[in-house]
T-cell receptor, first 113, second 114 residues
Framework: AQSVTQLGSHVSVSEGALVLLRCNYSSSVPPYLFWYVQYPNQGLQLLLK??????LVKGINGFEAEFKKSETSFHLTKPSAHMSDAAEYFC???????????FGAGTRLFVKA | DTEVTQTPKHLVMGMTNKKSLKCEQHMGHRAMYWYKQKAKKPPELMFVYSYEKLSINESVPSRFSPECPNSSLLNLHLHALQPEDSALYLC?????????????FGPGTRLLVL
């Protein structure tokens, strides 16, 4: 069965530092991949998605993610963290031919001043 | 407009109460979803409606009853809930029930069952 693994339930960075949130998926066929952000007491907001058009995907708020088939990874990055980036981040996949969104366990990002 | 709205934002109910959660979208999306999210956990799919017909029920207890009165509205009727049903209930919609379609989420209803 398709699964998503997010390495690190908590990540802490200093303001202005690089943000790297890791996501690996398990599938022999590249699925559709998404990153969502959830701020406290709010719903999920789509950051970006990969649908095979380009391996480097740019999203909102300065985030981007690179699809690497050889590593079955879709890590999320941002060059310079801002305090407002502190939130929960979910990597998610929809298997090819499927419809159900499968979420990773989530990574809580802390940004230190 | 990529907005999914949900009401109420917060709901407290007793185990004998009957209440409903509402979700609305005006993006012309034909697939709508209910998810349940417990604290510090990812969302879990409950129901999927496609073209106003229930297409997926992820073995959800009958005390949760979904309803899709039209293509823009999705309700979740609650009756005789248990304290463990306390969670954030998220509604989402997508253009079609296809793999490549992005799901847009509402802000959620935070439910507390006493």
């Amino acid at each position: 069965a398709q699964s998503v693994t997010q390495l690190g339930s908590h990540v802490s960075v200093s303001e202005g530092a690089l943000v790297l949130l890791r996501c690996n998926y398990s599938s022999s066929v590249p699925p559709y991949l998404f990153w969502y952000v959830q701020y406290p007491n709010q719903g999920l907001q789509l950051l970006l998605k990969y649908t095979s058009a380009a391996t480097l995907v740019k999203g909102i708020n300065g985030f981007e993610a690179e699809f690497k088939k050889s590593e079955t990874s879709f890590h999320l990055t941002k060059p310079s963290a801002h305090m407002s980036d502190a939130a929960e981040y979910f990597c998610a996949v929809i298997p090819t031919g499927g419809f159900k969104t499968i979420f990773g366990a989530g990574t809580r990002l802390f940004v230190k001043a | 407009d990529t907005e999914v709205t949900q009401t109420p934002k917060h709901l407290v109910m007793g185990m004998t109460n009957k209440k409903s959660l509402k979700c609305e979208q005006h993006m012309g999306h034909r697939a709508m979803y209910w998810y349940k999210q417990k604290a510090k956990k990812p969302p879990e799919l409950m129901f999927v409606y496609s073209y106003e017909k229930l297409s997926i029920n992820e073995s959800v207890p009958s005390r949760f009853s979904p309803e899709c009165p039209n293509s823009s509205l999705l309700n979740l009727h609650l009756h005789a809930l248990q304290p463990e049903d306390s969670a954030l209930y998220l509604c989402a919609s997508s253009q079609e029930r296809q793999g490549q379609e992005t799901q847009y989420f509402g802000p959620g209803t935070r439910l507390l069952v006493l």
